[in-house]
C-alpha cells in the first residue's frame, strides 16, 4: 500500500490468507486439509506422484500456472524438476478429484496470467477457457441460478450474490448445475477415473462478497462440493 500525506508517502504491507474462511467451514465438517499458501507452492508442493496419492482431492484457487512451472531449482539453478501441473493431471487420471475455484488468477485470470488454458490442466477441467483476460466484473452484484436438480444443490435455497467472476465454456459431456449471465458457473466433470469441477466465482472476498461468505449454506455447499469429488 501506498500512502500519501501532503508532500509525504510512505508505503506498508500486510499478510492475508484468502482461503480462512473455506478453510474454517472444511475443518467444521471433518473434512482434513493440507493448506498451502501460494508462496510455499515453488518449495512445498509434492514432486512425486506417490506423495500426491494420499490426498482424495486438489484445490486450487487464485495461484497462476506459473507458480507450479518455476519452482525455485528451475528458475533460479536450471534444474530439471517433475512437471507439477502433468503431476496434477496423472493424480486425475488415476481417480483423484480436481477442483479449480475462481478469482484473479484462476482459470486465465486478470490480463491472462494464470494461464491455465495453456497448461496440462486444460484437458481436466471440465470447462473451456478464454483467450486472455477472462474476468466479468460486475460491482453492483448478480445471483447465479441453479439450472440442474443435481442433489449438490438440494435444499440449498436462494444463493447470495457475487462481485464477478471468470467467464468459461462448459465442455461436452459434463453436468453444468449453475450458470450467471448465461454462463457456466458451478460445473462437474470427470477425466478418465477422476471427478472435477469448476467454480466460476471466488470463495472469498472480494468476488465472493460477504454475503456469499456468511450465507447459512456456505458451509453446506464447499463441504458437500468437495466430498463428491473424493475417490470411489
Known amino acids: 500500500m501506498i500512502h500519501t500525506k501532503g508532500y509525504d508517502s510512505f508505503t506498508s504491507t500486510k499478510y492475508e490468507e484468502g482461503a480462512t474462511?473455506?478453510?474454517?467451514t472444511l475443518n467444521d465438517n471433518g473434512i482434513d486439509v493440507t493448506y498451502m499458501p501460494a508462496h510455499e507452492v515453488q518449495v512445498r508442493?509434492?514432486?512425486?506422484?506417490?506423495?500426491?496419492r494420499i490426498y482424495d482431492a486438489i484445490v486450487i484457487s487464485d495461484i497462476g500456472a506459473n507458480t507450479f512451472l518455476l519452482q525455485n531449482p528451475t528458475f533460479y539453478n536450471m534444474e530439471k524438476v517433475p512437471n507439477s501441473l502433468e503431476l496434477i493431471k496423472q493424480f486425475v487420471s488415476e481417480g483423484g478429484g480436481f477442483l479449480m475455484i475462481g478469482g484473479?488468477?484462476?482459470f486465465m485470470g486478470i490480463e491472462g496470467k494464470a494461464n491455465y488454458k495453456n497448461s496440462p490442466l486444460a484437458e481436466i477441467l471440465p470447462v473451456v477457457m478464454e483467450d486472455g483476460d477472462d474476468r466479468v466484473e460486475v460491482p453492483q452484484g448478480i445471483n447465479p441460478?441453479?439450472?440442474?436438480?443435481?442433489?449438490?444443490?438440494?435444499?440449498?435455497g436462494e444463493w447470495s450474490s457475487f462481485l464477478g467472476y471468470n467467464k468459461l465454456t462448459a465442455k461436452s459431456n459434463t453436468d453444468t448445475?449453475?450458470?450467471?449471465?448465461?454462463?457456466?458457473?458451478l460445473v462437474l466433470g470427470s477425466y478418465h477415473k477422476g471427478k472435477t469441477a469448476a467454480f466460476a466465482s471466488d470463495c472469498a472476498p472480494h468476488w465472493g462478497s460477504l454475503e456469499?461468505?456468511?450465507?447459512?449454506?456456505?458451509?453446506?455447499?464447499?463441504?458437500?462440493?468437495?466430498?463428491s469429488l473424493q475417490k470411489d
Open 104 to 106: 484473479y488468477l484462476s
Open 145 to 156: 441460478n441453479v439450472v440442474s436438480n443435481h442433489g449438490l444443490l438440494k435444499e440449498l
Open 177 to 185: 448445475l449453475m450458470e450467471i449471465n448465461e454462463d457456466p458457473f
Open 21 to 24: 474462511h473455506l478453510l474454517q
Open 212 to 227: 456469499f461468505v456468511e450465507w447459512e449454506n456456505y458451509s453446506v455447499f464447499w463441504s458437500e462440493l468437495i466430498k
Open 45 to 52: 508442493f509434492p514432486r512425486s506422484i506417490e506423495d500426491l
